[in-house]
C-alpha cells in the first residue's frame, strides 16, 4: 500500500500553471512535516517546498519562491503544490515526503520518513 499518493504532473508551456497533489494517510499527515522534492543535476535529492504544521514553517527554494505556493488540507489529508509562471528547467520529478525537520527547521533528504513515487512535470519551450 502507498503511503503517499502523487497526482496532478503533466505536460505544460512556458509560463502557464500546474497543481501538484499528495495524499496520505491521517498518522503520516498528523504527525509528519510534508512537501515536494526533485532531484539536482547532481542527482542529489532537494526540497522544493516543504510546510510544517508543528513550527508554522514553510519552505520554499529560491528558484521556486514567489512562483509555487505550498499548502494543506487536514480534512482532505494532503498537501497540494501550486506551480505558476513555470519555466524549462521545473522539468524534473517531484516527488511528495513526509517527515521531520532538523534543528535548523528545514526537511532535508536525510529527515524524510516516506517517499512517494513521483510525478512527472514537463514545460516545453
Known amino acids: 500500500q502507498e503511503e503517499l499518493v502523487e497526482s496532478g504532473g503533466g505536460l505544460v508551456q512556458v509560463g502557464g500553471s500546474l497543481n501538484l497533489s499528495c495524499t496520505t494517510s491521517?498518522?503520516?499527515?498528523?504527525?509528519?512535516?510534508m512537501g515536494w522534492f526533485h532531484r539536482t543535476p547532481g542527482n542529489e535529492r532537494e526540497a522544493v517546498a516543504t510546510?510544517?504544521?508543528?513550527?508554522?514553517?514553510?519552505y520554499y527554494a529560491a528558484s521556486v519562491k514567489d512562483r509555487f505556493t505550498i499548502t494543506k488540507d487536514a480534512r482532505e489529508k494532503s498537501v497540494y503544490l501550486r506551480m505558476n509562471n513555470l519555466k524549462p528547467e521545473d522539468s524534473d520529478v517531484y516527488y511528495c515526503?513526509?517527515?521531520?525537520?532538523?534543528?535548523?527547521?528545514?526537511?532535508?533528504?536525510?529527515?524524510?520518513?516516506?517517499w512517494g513515487r513521483g510525478t512527472q512535470v514537463t514545460v516545453s519551450s
Open positions: 510546510i510544517c504544521t508543528s513550527t508554522g514553517k514553510i
Open positions: 491521517w498518522d503520516i499527515y498528523k504527525y509528519h512535516c
Open positions: 515526503v513526509a517527515g521531520w525537520s532538523d534543528s535548523g527547521g528545514i526537511v532535508t533528504e536525510h529527515t524524510v520518513k516516506y
